[in-house]
């Protein structure tokens, strides 16, 4: 890639010395415009960048774990969890195993209303492109700074995070007070299997458990999981980003959607679950006329695979 990328500045700034006599310079932190190189099946698409770099890169994150969540990914999981109409109904956010607090405090933003890129440069123009519309621009910051006052103001304190690590909790901490939310969200030092029920009567637990041999994922931590759900949050929406079907049956939750998303190069399965309180995959109870309960007998190897 860094091959590629000095080809493709060498061949622009050699064009501008042959056509001006000058050979620019060039700033690889700040430059006057970002052009990206796409390689695919033997064709190369050269573009202007008018983001002014990675876009999840939103200008809070202080301080970060061994394998951080990229923001933009825990705005997708918000969103497929339904968490603006959550939090509008009056419902809280929880995440049992918070790492840097990425998905609370990206909660914690999008239920005040900030923009994703507010605290990126202090909302300076992304590109000094000439034919970048900066007055366009700068009617856009000052809306979404008015939209952010009014919002951070009504900001609820709804946000529960915890987590076994110290180490994290004071990585979370640290990002929540850079942006600005660390008074919404309550953090604990706290293991997941002693998960103790939000004040919340509803809301949505969400998690980025590990989920690659890097961090020790195992079907016993994702059990454990679904077990405290189960326990402190029966009524509330379950999203979890897990790593394969093993991992996501480990939990015993039924989903009721599922996402194939990926986290930088690794696959991962995204579980929508309408509530916490719900039966085993491995086993399924129905009421018989009688009124007595009825429970199956654990599937069979082959058929957990056909469901």
Known sequence: ARFAALRVKDAVV????EQFGVRPSVDTDAPDLRLNLLVRKGRATLSVDLGGGSLHRRGWRAM????????????????????????????????PMCGSGTLLIEGALMAADVAPGLARNNAAAPSRWLKFDAALWQ????????REHIGRASLRT????????????????ANAGAAGVADAIAFRTLPVRLLEAPPEASGLAICNPPYDQRLAADDGLYRELGDALQRATPDWRVTILAGD????????????KRYAFFNGALE?????CEHAR??????????????????ATPLSEGAQMIA
Request: with cysteine; proline share 3%; hydrophobic share 40%.
């Open 139 to 146: 009617r856009l910051v000052d809306e979404a700074r008015e």
């Open 278 to 295: 719900t039966a085993s995959h491995n086993e399924t109870a129905s009421s018989v006329a009688d009124g007595t309960t009825r429970v």
């Open 64 to 95: 970060q774990n061994e394998a951080p969540l990229k923001e933009t990914l825990a705005a997708a999981m918000l969103l497929r969890g339904g968490w603006p109409k959550i939090y509008g109904e009056g419902g809280g956010l929880l995440d």
């Open 158 to 173: 709804v946000f529960h995070g915890s987590d076994a690590d110290p180490h994290a909790i004071r990585a979370a901490s």
């Open 245 to 256: 079907e093993s991992l996501a049956r480990a939990t015993g939750l039924r989903a009721t």
């Open 14 to 17: 050699d064009r501008l010395r």
């Open 268 to 272: 991962c399965m995204l579980l929508v």
